[in-house]
């Protein structure tokens, strides 16, 4: 038997609920031109920015709500991204609005300079460095020290799994056997 996922809906499927949900959602909506921002001026996420909402499917973005509520989709799967002219997270015009993937999502918030890269504490000469040293037979621990990153950053770069294009060790993953026992068994 197959298990099913069940979709979760971000707008209610009765009609009458669905216009009293459209109208106190636009409430807090602050409507505007056609090619002005519409900014939400209700809840925001301190952390994010993005305007938040309640609904059958809990606290959901309101640029989200509003791009399904004019749009008329309701699933929750698909990624909503605001147009390259507008910079405001708080925007629920949903002529700014549009369906997206999660990779143009990615590279429309680094565009933007809004998507933070973590900061790259290593050059390729160092990286290098690392891996010499540790073929020469250096510990983890003291390579680490003296780059002044963590044991475990070493161990991704001696094993391939980080720095592959510059090191050229390519990362194998480690399969384990089954306890004799489980084989047996199976």
Not at 12 to 19: G, I, S, V, Y
Not at 87 to 99: K, V
Not at 148 to 172: A, E, P, R
Request: net charge positive; charged share 20%; aromatic share 8%.
């Amino acid at each position: 038997m197959e298990a099913r996922v069940k979709r979760q809906h971000i707008l209610p499927e009765d009609p009458a609920k669905l216009e009293e949900y459209r109208t106190r959602f636009f409430s807090h909506v602050d409507v505007k031109g056609d090619d002005d921002c519409w900014l939400w001026n209700f809840t925001i996420n301190p952390n994010t920015g993005y305007g938040c909402f309640t609904g059958p499917a809990g606290t959901i973005t309101a640029h989200r709500i509003a791009y399904a509520l004019t749009h008329g989709t309701n699933d929750l799967g698909m990624y909503i991204l605001h147009s390259e002219k507008c910079i405001s997270r708080a925007c629920c015009n949903p002529s700014h609005l549009r369906a997206g993937t999660a990779s143009e999502n990615s590279k429309q918030a680094f565009a933007q300079g809004t998507l933070k890269l973590p900061a790259v504490k290593l050059n390729k000469e160092q990286v290098l460095d690392i891996v010499l040293l540790y073929a020469a037979g250096a510990k983890q621990p003291d390579i680490a020290k003296q780059f002044n990153i963590s044991q475990s950053q070493v161990s991704q770069i001696v094993t391939g799994l980080h720095w592959q294009d510059v090191t050229g060790v390519k990362y194998q993953r480690k399969r384990y056997n089954k306890p004799r026992e489980v084989q047996n068994a199976a």
